[in-house]
């Protein structure tokens, strides 16, 4: 197999994507807090050769959980058992820059790339949940401008507490009695706006040098921010042209800053409802849509626009003159795809709801086998996407179907592996791995 690969994740959200996914008869919700469900879906994912599985994280909770399983599973405990019952498969998990302190984030990497033998990434997020700062003793949520000033920050710490141990400063020479070469182990020694940390790290180089940085959020400080620091970036588009124009423009950024476009990936969610026919994989999407509970729907729509409707609103128009363009919320890339949805269709305020259901806004596609292959590959060789996230409806089953049925059809096509050819997340998404920054510093040069 030659020529350019399609990289697949599975991000996995408790019980399926969609938000009625708890309530399908297909779904299993009584093993949803069960370890070995998702360590099931991993080794799943392994056997289809996938670069990885994703865990999504929050530091609060969703204020809907009244009507689906938005509950948060904390990702290292959760990806530290399935690293143990896998051997290729990447394991990524979500990490606030926001709410958590760049010295115990760089631990618990480090430990989770060590425990894999090299399988971890990194999901940077800013965190736009206004309730978490109650979690943590803050009086509000910080603007959006300085969450992403402080995760720039951030990043750069973390990034020299990985660097700290050059690779060969452990030496553990059980003849000349030297463990570690001290020489080659660096304090950090930052103080900057946000943050204050000496180092060195406690724990040695991991096995993939860092960890991957994997970035979410479209916003222009997210695109900014990904073009500097992202390596794979996750995202949400509606349309090709939308998700043309993204990849375009990101890869065009890091090129600005001396970088190999080709090391930044761009992974937009897809979540696929698949049936033997089209008209049976609509009739199973609407089945779906007719578990949707509207308290729920309404209340992510708030969220998501500030405009609160009723249910006696449903069937009426999107009245788009009450949308508000400006402040915080005007900031967010869900805010202007969502936006732009209600623009191009016009729809109901049901029929938002149903778009929004399947995936937050990330794409929905359904259909046949081939017919969503032929979407993937469309995208992929069309300037839109390096990969996709993979978002079953439902879990197990909407990802089994898709790893029966869609990937073979994939890999007839050339576009995807059959067989992994490294074993950490770097070599899966053909990312180098970097050197210390340190290991060029003036003693050792």
């Not at 965190?127 to 978490?132: K, L, M, R, S, Y």
């Not at 990904?226 to 390596?231: D, I, K, P, V």
């Not at 969610?269 to 609509?282: C, H, L, V």
Request: hydrophobic share 40%.
């Amino acid at each position: 197999m030659s020529g350019r690969q399609l990289h697949l994740n599975l991000f996995v959200y408790p019980g399926g994507h969609h938000e009625a996914a708890w309530r399908y008869h297909g779904s299993d919700p009584d093993r949803l807090l069960d370890i070995r469900f998702y360590q099931d879906l991993a080794r799943r994912a392994e056997a289809a050769t996938f670069d990885g599985v994703f865990f999504a994280d929050g530091p609060s909770l969703a204020d809907n959980v009244r009507y689906a399983s938005r509950f948060r599973l904390e990702p290292f405990t959760w990806l530290s058992a399935v690293a143990a019952v896998t051997e290729r498969i990447g394991l990524i998990a979500t990490a606030s820059t926001t709410y958590t302190e760049p010295y115990n984030l760089a631990r618990l990497f480090a430990s989770l790339d060590h425990l894999s033998g090299g399988r971890a990434g990194w999901n940077i997020v800013t965190t736009g949940a206004p309730q978490a700062a109650q979690n943590f003793g803050l009086e509000a949520h910080p603007a959006h401008a300085e969450r992403y000033d402080r995760a720039r920050e951030f990043v750069d710490v973390v990034t020299k507490l990985w660097d700290s141990w050059e690779d060969e400063a452990l030496v553990a020479d059980q003849k000349t009695g030297l463990f570690a070469d001290t020489d080659r182990i660096h304090t950090v020694d930052h103080e900057g706006r946000h943050l204050k940390v000496c180092g060195p790290l406690n724990t040695p180089r991991t096995p993939q040098g860092r960890p991957v940085y994997v970035q979410a959020g479209s916003s222009e400080d997210g695109r900014a921010f990904a073009a500097r620091y992202g390596e794979a970036v996750f995202t949400a588009h509606q349309t090709l042209a939308s998700g043309q124009e993204f990849y375009a423009d990101l890869k065009s950024r890091a090129l600005a800053h001396g970088r190999d476009p080709a090391q930044l990936l761009v992974l937009p969610g897809i979540s696929p409802f698949i049936a033997s026919t089209e008209a049976e994989a609509r009739a199973l999407h609407a089945e779906f849509d007719e578990l949707t509970q509207p308290a729920y729907s309404l209340q992510l729509l708030h969220r998501l626009l500030g405009v609160r409707f009723t249910e006696e609103q449903l069937d009426g128009p999107v009245p788009r003159a009450l949308i508000e363009t400006g402040g915080e919320r005007g900031n967010g890339s869900r805010f202007q795809l969502v936006l732009d949805i209600i623009e191009r269709e016009q729809p109901t305020v049901r029929q938002l709801l149903h778009r929004l259901a399947g995936a937050r806004g990330h794409r929905v596609v359904t259909g046949t086998p081939e017919q969503v292959a032929d979407q993937i590959q469309e995208w992929f060789e069309h300037g839109a996407a390096d990969g996709f996230n993979i978002m079953p409806p439902w879990l197990p089953g909407g990802f089994d179907t898709f790893a029966d049925e869609v990937v073979p059809i994939l890999r007839a096509r050339g576009l995807f592996r059959t067989a992994y050819t490294g074993t950490t997340l770097r070599d899966h998404y053909g990312l180098p791995r970097p050197a210390s920054s340190y290991t060029h510093t003036k003693e050792h040069a």
